[in-house]
């Protein structure tokens, strides 16, 4: 079974940083990408960054020059750093990572979510 944790969520001011991280475990073989979603109140689930093994980046319009992605490959671990928050980024912040395992050539799996509360 594979699991996705979270961690880092939390209440900060407009204009604080917070720093995500989700770490992936169990019957792994590959990892092929990981990202970022978040999910507000009334609205659809949208992206906010992904990141390739090899080190490629998307990000969401919203997310550009405040937010980066990273990742430990040998952790099977992402971050995501967020600077510069605004009270429009407080939702419910996903984990999603693509993997492969012994049984399953490619399948996404999601967190349960951590809060990212921005207050004005």
């Known amino acids: 079974q594979v699991q996705l944790v979270e961690s880092g969520g939390g209440l900060v001011q407009a204009g604080g940083s917070l720093r995500l991280s989700c770490a992936a475990s169990?019957?792994?073989?590959?990892?092929?990408?990981m990202g970022w979603y978040r999910q507000a109140p009334g609205k659809q689930r949208e992206l906010v960054a992904d990141?390739?093994?090899?080190?490629?980046?998307n990000y969401a319009d919203s997310a550009k020059g405040r937010f980066t992605i990273s990742r430990d490959n040998a952790k099977n671990t992402v971050y995501l750093q967020m600077n510069s928050l605004k009270p429009e980024d407080t939702a419910v912040y996903y984990c999603?990572?693509?993997?492969?395992?012994?049984?399953?050539?490619?399948?996404?799996?999601w967190g349960q979510g951590t809060q990212v509360t921005v207050s004005s």
């Open positions: 990141i390739t093994s090899g080190g490629t980046t």
């Open positions: 999603m990572s693509t993997i492969a395992t012994m049984t399953s050539v490619r399948q996404d799996y």
């Open positions: 169990g019957s792994i073989w590959y990892v092929k990408a």
